[in-house]
């Protein structure tokens, strides 16, 4: 994929609001392997189970047919990506990074966008405090550079005020 459609490929901002011990190497190894253990009914869900078997399932339909298409291909013209080619990987990635995020989901609590929002209004919030702080001279750089406990009470408190 990152040869054929490197500038087309879905979108994966959402990756921001896993929880950081998700985000490893072999995420879309596990990711394709649950998908293929729900279609083939060996892993059960009670609710969220019958809301991903659909998506399991046309995510591991789009893997068979990239994997056709590869395989046509390789046996006519090895060199280039062909246009059905392109167009399956295409939905391959889509319809992977839509079961990838739904799958997560239902594993562990993912943060909404207004979350990851507020949260990142808060940092904004902190930063713009310890440089006014800093232009009024109530912290030091050696202070922050530090990390003093002091301080790190201290900046939430002045954002407040």
């Known amino acids: 994929m990152d040869e054929c459609i490197p500038k087309e490929r879905h979108c ?20 394709l392997f649950a998908a293929e ?5 060996t892993v059960s869900w009670e609710a969220d189970g ?3 078997r659909p998506l399991a399932r046309n995510l591991v339909c789009s893997l068979q047919l990239v994997r056709k298409v590869l395989r046509e291909q390789s046996l006519s013209q090895a060199s280039s990506c062909s246009e059905p080619v392109r167009m399956a990987l295409l939905r391959f990635d889509t319809l992977f990074a839509e079961f990838e995020l739904s799958y ?11 979350e ?3 949260q ?12 006014r702080a800093l232009k009024l001279g109530y912290l030091t750089q050696d202070m922050i550079d530090g990390c003093e406990p002091l301080l ?6 002045l ?3």
């Open 104 to 114: 997560v989901a239902s594993l562990v609590s993912v943060k909404s966008p207004e």
């Open 152 to 157: 790190m009470f201290t900046i939430p408190r």
């Open 50 to 52: 019958m809301q991903l």
């Open 159 to 161: 954002a407040i005020i």
């Open 12 to 31: 994966r901002d959402y990756l921001a609001k896993f929880p950081e011990e998700l985000l490893v190497d072999n995420l879309g190894t596990h990711v």
């Open 37 to 41: 253990c729900l279609v083939a009914g």
């Open 120 to 131: 990142q209004e808060i940092v904004v919030l902190f930063c713009e405090t310890v440089e």
């Open 116 to 118: 990851l929002y507020k």
